[in-house]
């Protein structure tokens, strides 16, 4: 297949009423995740911070407050956060009201002399509003955990962030909120641990990073990196370390549980369609506006981008990644109505694909599979690119669809 080598400045997925794009993913160069570190068992959420706010494991995406910025990170890219009511929201976060737990990540301060811009000067990791817990440093750098808003006090060890702008790895560990202990650990070692009896916690309102959610007080000045909370669950000592030695390597990438098939070699994004049009695999080609795009939890494999049929798409960046004259599509389809699939005139609907002049995976009106040059004439000539029909789509059913040029 040859392309011409103009392409438009964007790719997007164009896609049938109604249908079900699960998975979408496309495959190209390879990837090692050489010397990363095994994800520990009990990770309920973690935020990469990879330019979008995707929790790619637990389904807790997020949403800046008062801009959005990303900086260079331990691990990839990071959150920016300018210490003013600047923070990441990440919903009400049920997976994560937990009395047990532990939370994790890379911090990088933006000054040597202060922790935030807010009058009291104390800055929140990650945590939630009043009577949650929070993870957090006061004005002058001892970590702490906290009952928001709690008179009783907080759990303020030993241990100080220093004040210099390297990057350091932070964690704390809290066995219980009514009897337990909470253990600190700067840059993967033990540094402190004390007794903190708050009572039980309570989850009114939105889990945040970098701030307190109710206020958006509190909030963290620098950058924030592969934030991770276990819930139900305490890391060990040797656990936590793990993950610091790894440094820029991070954390490996967590597979699916259950009977999941390992992702192919090659794989350059994916598009699970989990409430959010982050791409998964390396954050590189997330969507960046989606225009009258639904979820459905009835998807094939969890949640999927339902489509309306009429002007209904999720656009992506510029993704020069993604120009390719080599490659494989696959994903999973449901036809939302039995008679068409798109309520464009022409009929056509696009599964995924470029704008005029570049590929396109499609469906014909009545269901058959094709890739297409868009916006190019057919020709008898062998040495142009024309339609290339496939099979079709029944109206009855989930279709895997797949695509190889």
Known sequence: MRLARRQPPHAWARILPGLVALALCLFFSNRAFAQCYTAPSGLTSWWPAEDNTADVVGGNQGYFTNGSSYSAGEVGNAFSLNGTSNAVIVGTAANLKAQTFTIEGWIQRASTSIMSHDPQGNSHFFGWGDGGWAFAAQSDGIML?????????????????????????????????????????????????????????????????????????????????????????????????????????????????????????????????????????????????????????????????????????????????????????????????????????????????????????????????????IDYSESDSASNVKNSPGPQLAPCCRHPVRLRS
């Open 145 to 373: 955990l906290t009952m928001i808003d709690d008179s009783e006090g907080d759990a303020g060890g030993s241990v100080t962030i220093p004040a210099d702008l390297n990057w350091h790895h932070i964690a704390v560990t809290v066995s219980s909120a009514s009897s337990g202990n909470v253990t600190f650990y700067l840059d993967g070692v033990n540094t402190s641990t004390i007794t903190y009896t708050p009572g039980t916690y309570s989850f009114g309102y939105d889990a945040a990073i970098g701030a307190r959610s109710d206020t958006l007080g509190n909030s963290f000045y620098g950058n924030i990196d592969e934030m991770s909370v276990y819930a139900n669950t305490v890391l060990t000592s040797s656990q936590i370390y793990g993950i610091f030695a790894a440094g820029p390597y991070g954390k490996c990438a967590v597979p699916i549980a259950g009977p999941c098939s390992s992702a192919p070699g090659n794989m350059i994004s994916w598009w699970k369609g989990e409430s959010g049009t982050s791409d998964t695999w390396n954050g590189l080609n997330s969507g960046t506006n989606s225009i009258n795009v639904g979820y459905t939890t009835n998807g094939y494999v969890d949640s999927a981008f339902q489509f309306s049929g009429t002007n209904s798409l999720v656009q992506l960046s510029s993704a020069a990644i993604l120009e390719l004259s080599s490659f494989t599509i696959e994903g999973w389809v449901q036809r939302a109505v039995n008679n068409k699939v798109s309520l464009d005139s022409q009929g056509n609907g696009h599964i995924f694909g470029w704008g005029s002049l570049g590929y396109a995976f499609a469906a014909k009106a009545d269901g058959t599979l094709l890739l297409t040059k």
